[in-house]
């Protein structure tokens, strides 16, 4: 028997491609292995993701080029 299908409504103030980016960075973070902020019941980690960002248990913080910088040195992009 196959799970209820599960429609995750976006946040207000979320785009849809920032809402894509946001829950696919987390339901990453989840396939590490995470803690997941709400039942998981049996749904997988993006339906998860989603659910989290949308109940606002998770916040996308602005990305500095401090932190891109630390994340990917010497990347070609990130010239000063």
Not at 5 to 14: A, E, L, Q, S, W
Not at 53 to 68: D, K, L, R
């Amino acid at each position: 028997m196959s799970a209820k299908p599960f429609t995750v409504c976006r946040p207000p103030g979320f785009g849809a491609f920032q809402f894509a980016i946001v829950s696919s960075l987390r339901a990453a973070q989840l396939m590490r292995g995470c803690t997941p902020r709400v039942e998981a019941g049996f749904h997988k980690a993006t339906v998860i993701a989603q659910r989290e960002i949308a109940e606002g248990m998770v916040v996308m913080e602005p990305f500095s080029t401090s932190a891109a910088r630390a994340i990917a040195p010497g990347h070609p992009l990130l010239v000063e």
